[in-house]
């Protein structure tokens, strides 16, 4: 998980460690960093997060803020919520956005998507499909 962060998080998470770390001796207190970012569960209990740990916790948020974004825009085109997004529910939300979609250009993005052919996008197929966008 952190080996796909870009270089560029990478050093902003070592320079917020670093105003963390007060000794700035790569290794910190347990407790000031669970008040900071309040996650240690995963994280061996050796008493101290050096900053190998705090780029693991923290490239960890970041996958949690995407699959939580990812879920409020999978809402937006569940209009039924019925766990599903459906041609119909897809055209209405595009047309709701301004955007001209017949429903045959609906029923073909929603093939593009549909990874069991069952004729409905679920959230995983919709989380893969946004994901391999990125």
Same mark, same amino acid.
């Given at each position: 998980?952190?080996?796909?962060?870009?270089?560029?998080?990478?050093?902003?998470?070592?320079?917020?460690?670093?105003?963390?770390?007060?000794?700035?001796?790569?290794?910190?207190?347990?407790?000031?960093?669970?008040?900071?970012?309040?996650?240690?569960?995963?994280?061996?209990?050796?008493?101290?997060?050096?900053?190998?740990?705090?780029?693991?916790?923290?490239?960890?948020?970041?996958?949690?803020?995407?699959?939580?974004?990812?879920?409020?825009?999978?809402?937006?085109? *569940?209009? /039924?919520? !019925? =766990?599903?997004? &459906?041609?119909? %529910?897809?055209?209405?939300? @595009? $047309?709701?956005?301004?955007?001209?979609?017949?429903?045959?250009?609906?029923?073909?993005?929603?093939?593009?998507? *549909?990874? /069991?052919? !069952? =004729?409905?996008? &679920?959230?995983? %197929?919709?989380?893969?499909? @946004? $994901?391999?966008?990125?």
């Amino acid at each position: 998980m952190a080996d796909t962060l870009t270089d560029d998080q990478v050093a902003q998470f070592r320079e917020v460690f670093c105003l963390i770390d007060k000794d700035s001796d790569e290794d910190q207190n347990m407790m000031m960093m669970m008040t900071v970012i309040n996650e240690a569960d995963d994280i061996e209990r050796k008493g101290k997060i050096d900053f190998e740990d705090f780029v693991i916790i923290m490239a960890r948020k970041m996958q949690e803020n995407v699959v939580d974004e990812l879920k409020e825009a999978f809402k937006v085109f *569940d209009r /039924d919520q !019925d =766990g599903f997004i &459906s041609a119909n %529910e897809l055209r209405q939300v @595009m $047309m709701n956005m301004g955007e001209r979609l017949t429903m045959e250009e609906a029923e073909q993005m929603i093939r593009e998507a *549909d990874l /069991d052919g !069952d =004729g409905v996008v &679920s959230f995983d %197929e919709f989380a893969r499909m @946004m $994901m391999a966008a990125l």
